[in-house]
């Protein structure tokens, strides 16, 4: 696999991921695109000795991990200050970039792997990022402590688990009023068929449920919005590996 990309590749990338936030009208500096190459630069350099992505191409770089990380801005997000958590975000997708575009956002990166979050911390850092903090554990666990139970405005989780068993890993760190977007694939729309008991039982009620296509690759996808409707129940998310073991449905 490759674990570096010569000049023309790096102008490939550049280009690439351009010209898929211009067909999605999503605005980018050019101080953001050098952003946005140190962050792909450092991805696959680090790829080389830690498992972060299969995808090592500048188009699918480009395309898959970071336009496909802005698609939740086709839907109509505030852009002002706002506490914002992305749950399982692995090599940072999709809370990144976003991170990076929306600026007024303070981001939270959780994810349960301690390697994957050193690389988190030592990229935020390159990158002078001062809204970005990277929390190392699991979801049943991190949304039991106080700072970060309901404290969200916004929730992101992309290629995590399945509707019903994100729901309960993600519900309880979204404020009463927010949102929770899943960023899934093609058939997402059964997703949302399978997650009506885990959406009673913690609250939520479906908002949106939009499809949408990759700018390059044509490629399909669906964004769920999901709108936290009351507080949560002391008995979710349920211990470590239950969510996911006996999913609510
Ligand atoms: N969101 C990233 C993306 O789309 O490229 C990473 C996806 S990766 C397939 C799933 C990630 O979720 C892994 O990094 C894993 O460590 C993390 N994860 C899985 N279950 C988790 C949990 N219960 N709490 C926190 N992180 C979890």
């Not at 688990?161 to 519900?171: D, G, I, S």
């Not at 729309?189 to 009620?205: I, N, Q, W």
Request: glycine share 6%.
């Amino acid at each position: 696999k490759l674990t570096h990309w010569d000049a023309d590749q790096v102008v490939r990338f550049r280009q690439y991921v351009q010209m898929g936030l211009e067909q999605w009208r999503i605005a980018l500096s050019s101080e953001r695109i050098d952003q946005f190459t140190v962050y792909a630069e450092a991805l696959l350099a680090t790829n080389a000795h830690l498992n972060l992505t299969s995808i090592t191409d500048p188009e699918g770089v480009a395309e898959k991990h970071f336009v496909d990380s802005m698609s939740p801005l086709l839907l109509d997000l505030p852009d002002t200050a706002l506490s914002v958590i992305d749950v399982g975000t692995g090599a940072g997708f999709p809370g990144l970039p976003l991170a990076l575009i929306r600026s007024q956002w303070r981001v939270v990166l959780l994810d349960s792997l301690q390697k994957r979050c050193r690389f988190l911390n030592e990229t935020t850092e390159r990158l002078g990022l001062t809204n970005v903090q990277v929390v190392h554990g699991r979801a049943e666990d991190t949304a039991r402590v106080p700072q970060l139970r309901e404290k969200h405005g916004l929730v992101f989780s992309r290629a995590v688990a399945r509707l019903p068993v994100l729901l309960e890993l993600c519900l309880p760190f979204l404020a009463v009023g927010g949102r929770f977007i899943a960023l899934k694939g093609p058939d997402g729309p059964t997703e949302v068929d399978e997650a009506k008991t885990a959406l009673r039982l913690l609250g939520g009620e479906i908002d949106d449920v939009k499809s949408i296509t990759l700018p390059i690759s044509g490629d399909r996808r669906t964004l769920i919005a999901v709108r936290k409707q009351k507080p949560i129940s002391n008995a979710y998310p349920r211990k470590a590996g239950i969510p996911t073991r006996k999913p609510l449905v």
